[in-house]
């Protein structure tokens, strides 16, 4: 097991780097682009390059695809959804896109390009306090419900950026999330020593690793 657990750790953080550089590529294309820049862009690109890496990792019998998700008991859709992992038939299929049957579901990624301080824990109020409601947790709370039980919900982002520590960052994570995956981290400040002085680290809590190992074990 240690040896399989290493090489999930090693996988893990070679993958990493790919998906970062992928990622990288496409604002290095927005800085010599005159026009095209867009959210939406920005947005979509890497939603296909995170759906192109689970499918990766997917046993044959599951797809990835965005869309949305029905529930039959109470006859409603789910918001958009930027990756479903799915077995069986939809009820509808397009190229790219699903309206995929809850049961059917076996977990949901939400793809972040960035994610910073405010969206993890919460924007500031006038008052001085974060509200801890606000970012994150209402996309969490809005799709978890039409998820199975066992089916998790993944935050998936290519940077994440926070001068909170590490500690507290993941201990946050869990509120928002069920199983985060997160590409790469800004290493603040507080983190930074006088021998290390790295920018970023990848495979942030062994996360991809995890998520790889998840995959690869779907039934």
Not at 30 to 43: D, H, L, P, W, Y
Not at 82 to 98: C, F, Q, R, S
Not at 159 to 188: F, Y
Request: charged share 30%; hydrophobic share 35%; glycine share 6%.
């Amino acid at each position: 097991m240690s040896t399989l657990r290493n090489l999930y750790g090693s996988l893990g953080e070679a993958k990493s780097r790919e998906l970062y550089e992928k990622y990288d590529s496409l604002w290095s294309i927005f800085e010599v682009a005159k026009t095209g820049r867009s959210k939406s862009v920005g947005g979509t690109v890497p939603e296909g390059i995170a759906r192109d890496f689970v499918r990766e990792f997917l046993p044959t019998e599951f797809k990835v695809k965005s869309g949305l998700i029905f529930d039959i008991g109470t006859r409603e859709l789910s918001p958009q959804t930027d990756a479903i992992i799915y077995h069986g038939a939809p009820l509808l299929e397009y190229t790219d896109v699903v309206i995929v049957e809850k049961e059917k579901v076996r977990g949901v990624l939400e793809i972040k390009s960035w994610v910073a301080e405010n969206d993890i824990f919460g924007s500031k109020t006038k008052r001085g306090p974060r509200n801890p409601n606000t970012g994150l947790i209402e996309d969490y709370k809005g799709k978890k419900r039409f998820l199975p039980s066992k089916a998790p919900y993944i935050l998936f982002v290519f940077s994440l950026h926070s001068g909170s520590s590490s500690t507290n960052v993941i201990k946050r994570l869990l509120k928002v999330c069920d199983m985060h995956a997160i590409v790469s981290r800004r290493v603040p400040r507080i983190e930074r020593s006088h021998t290390i002085k790295e920018e970023k680290i990848y495979n942030f809590n062994d996360s991809i690793s995890r998520l790889i190992e998840w995959l690869r074990n779907l039934s």
